[in-house]
């Protein structure tokens, strides 16, 4: 019954912004851990930023100071406001719940940087 599911994903050009959603249904994104990881070609999952215990927010230094991690309770929605970005940034980008019977994942949302 958990369904964590994101959106927001597209094309952009280097220094654009975008801003990503994840809306979760049976699990709330106030009362748990959440938030973001990305996985490019050939590389590992990286974590970018979380809410973690007590609603403390931290942000991965690769986007540290342009991404700001958010969310709208009354809507159970999470959101990743990115700026500033670069083709690095490139990737899959999947919103995570950590639930206390497991963790969960959505299917994730194609960004792709470039000129």
């Known amino acids: 019954q958990v369904q964590v599911v994101e959106s927001g994903g597209g094309g952009v050009q280097p220094g654009g912004s975008r801003r990503l959603s994840c809306a979760a249904s049976?699990?709330?994104?106030?009362?748990?851990?959440m938030g973001w990881f990305r996985q490019a070609p050939g590389n590992e999952r990286e974590w970018l930023a979380s809410f973690m215990s007590i609603g403390r927010i931290n942000y991965g230094d690769s986007v540290k100071g342009r991404f700001t991690l958010s969310r709208d309770n009354e809507k159970n929605t999470a959101y990743l406001q990115m700026n500033s970005l670069k083709p690095e940034d490139t990737a899959v980008y999947y919103c995570w719940v950590g639930g206390t019977g497991g963790d969960y994942w959505g299917q994730g949302t194609q960004v792709t940087v470039s000129s």
């Open positions: 049976g699990i709330s994104v106030s009362r748990n851990r």
